[in-house]
Each structure stands twice: as structure tokens, then as C-alpha cells.
């Protein structure tokens, strides 16, 4: 397995990537400037990833966010449920800008959509960024939900949330 990171131009923070020789196997976006690269590596090494990152270039992450062609072939879904993997295949295959609702992903299992973008392995790649509840709410999970840095320490984390998904929606519409 193989740790790397990076930034991706306009976007504030770091995201890093983890993969195999051939598939993306999880995407983990730490897009917030007060977000440092050791606050990061400690929160992925609560998650049980400890491999040492390498520097690269994500361009081609960029490049995906704007809608260039990307196969669905090149990402592990791991063990998921048969469910998310067609959730997340569908997500995958929206264009870059669309806002779409949970009971469109799944018109029956709103709750059971829910779920999946928070337990989205490959954000970004799988934009559940695009995602939003039919009367509006905005929810998005950061890596500040379980833990924060503390320089964010009484910040409303809900708001950060939605500062970084409006953020991701007006990236991907930009020239």
C-alpha cells in the first residue's frame, strides 16, 4: 500500500490518497487550512493507517472533480454491501455541479443513502459532496467530527462542514 498526499489548486488543506499498485483504495480530504499535515496523520493513524505519506501530485484528483473521465474499474469498494456499491457507482456517474437527493440515489432508503456518504470510503471520487436532503440541510463528514485540532476548539463544526461542501460544489464548476 502506498500513502500519499498532496493539495489540489483552489482548494484549501490536504487530501490523501491511499492505494494499491492498481486501485484507489481511500480518499481522505482534510480540506481546511487549520488543518495541519501532523494533525492529519494522526487522525489516519486512529483509523489504523500508519504507512509514511509521499508528496505527489493530485492534478488528476483535480481533474476528476471537473467531470474528466475516470473508471469506476480503478476504485476498491472494499467489502461494502451490494447496496452502497450500486449508491456509489450511480454517484460516481453524475456530472460535475449536480446536487442531487438522497432519495434520488435511492427513492425507498433515504436513511440507508445517509448512511453510505458518511461512510463513503473514496470521497471526492465518489462525490457525495453532491449529495443533499430534499429540504435543503447540508451535511458533510469531516474529519473534525471525531476529533479536532485545537485551534478549532469551540468552532461550529456543522458550519465548517457546509463551508467545505460549497466549497467542493463551486470548485467543480469553475474554469
Sequence with gaps: MILEYGKIKGLKGLVFVLKDKTKIQAVYPFLCEKISKDFALEVLKEQGISLRPKKADLSWLADVLKGAKYSFNNVELGACSEFRAKIYKKLFQ??????????????????????????????????????SAKNGAENYNISCYKKRPTVCNGVDVSSCSKRIKTALREYEICE
Excluded: E, Q, W
Design 94 to 131: 453524475t456530472k460535475p455541479g449536480t446536487v442531487i437527493n438522497y432519495s434520488n440515489l435511492s427513492f425507498k432508503k433515504a436513511r440507508a443513502v445517509g448512511s453510505a456518504m458518511k461512510n463513503n470510503p473514496i470521497p471526492l471520487l465518489i462525490p457525495c459532496h453532491r449529495v
